[in-house]
């Protein structure tokens, strides 16, 4: 019973060859940490940002002289987490000027269901013919709105509305 024991029993596999470097190595070598580099490249974070907060600014006076703000602290705020909207709406008041006239006065206000507010309306406050409304929305929508609604992307919405 022990002479079975005694032999040496193998599996077929021959494993003196040693296996290559490469099989258990990186081909190639890990690139440096570029930490300073990094930290270069922020130097001017803050700079950039005050610059840029002085310009954001800028815009949204613009958007108070050309607009009358429902509550300002919700269309500031909203403007302020929307930023791209700010110059679309500064277009869009030019745009409205030549569809309705320089008369009637345009209004931004916020709608907000539950939560937080996801679109911005630009309303023109028109006290005259519903008819010459619409015709006007019509003009604005061809003229301009329609050719750069994508790149809004859902968060304007233009209308009229109608005061006595």
Do not use: C
């Not at 613009?62 to 302020?80: G, P, Q």
């Amino acid at each position: 019973m022990n002479v079975l024991l005694d032999e040496k029993q193998t599996s077929g596999n021959t494993w003196a060859q040693k296996t290559s470097a490469r099989m258990y190595h990186r081909q190639r070598p890990e690139p440096e940490p570029e930490g300073r580099v990094q930290l270069s490249d922020l130097s001017g974070l803050e700079e950039q940002m005050s610059v840029y907060e002085a310009e954001f600014g800028r815009a949204i006076d613009a958007l108070k002289r050309v607009y009358v703000f429902e509550d300002s602290k919700e269309v500031d705020a909203f403007l302020r987490s929307h930023r791209s909207v700010v110059s679309t709406l500064l277009d869009g008041a030019e745009h409205l000027r030549r569809s309705f006239g320089d008369d009637p006065p345009l209004l931004l206000a916020v709608m907000s269901d539950d939560g937080p507010p996801t679109t911005v309306n630009a309303l023109v406050l028109w006290r005259g013919d519903p008819t010459d409304a619409r015709l006007a929305l019509r003009r604005f929508d061809e003229s301009w709105w329609l050719n750069i609604l994508r790149n809004v992307g859902g968060r304007i919405v233009f209308d009229f509305e109608l005061v006595r």
